[in-house]
C-alpha cells in the first residue's frame, strides 16, 4: 500500500496505473478497517509541508477520495483538532477552501 502511495505521489505512473493504484490504496481501506487510519496519517503527513506542490495536489486528491469511501476511525476523528494546525501550515489549503 504504501508502495503505491509513493509511486502515485511521485508520478512515476502512467494514468491507467495511476487510476489502479488509487483504488488499491482505497480498496485496502475498505476490506481492512485496520488500514484505515494508516491512509489517512501517511497522507496527512505527505500533504504536510511538503515542498513539492505537485505531490501535494496528488496527495489532496487522494485524501477526498478516500475521505468519500471511507472515514476515519472515532480515535482519529478526536485528534483532528491537530488538523486546524495542519490547515495552517498549509496555506494554500486555506485559501482553497474559501
Do not use: H
Not at 501517511?42 to 489532496?60: D, F, G, I, L
Request: hydrophobic share 40%; with cysteine; proline share 5%.
Amino acid at each position: 500500500m504504501l508502495q503505491d502511495l509513493c509511486r502515485y505521489l511521485r508520478g512515476e505512473l502512467k494514468p491507467d496505473a495511476e487510476t489502479s493504484a488509487i483504488q488499491s490504496i482505497i480498496g485496502y481501506g475498505i476490506e481492512r478497517e485496520e488500514l484505515r487510519d494508516e491512509i489517512f496519517v501517511q497522507c496527512m503527513r505527505q500533504a504536510t509541508n511538503n515542498p513539492n506542490v505537485e505531490w501535494t495536489e496528488r496527495v489532496w486528491l487522494l485524501l477526498c477520495l478516500t475521505i468519500v469511501a471511507f472515514q476515519p476511525s472515532k480515535l482519529l476523528y478526536k485528534v483532528s483538532p491537530a488538523e486546524s494546525t495542519f490547515a495552517e501550515s498549509e496555506p494554500k489549503v486555506t485559501s482553497l477552501s474559501l
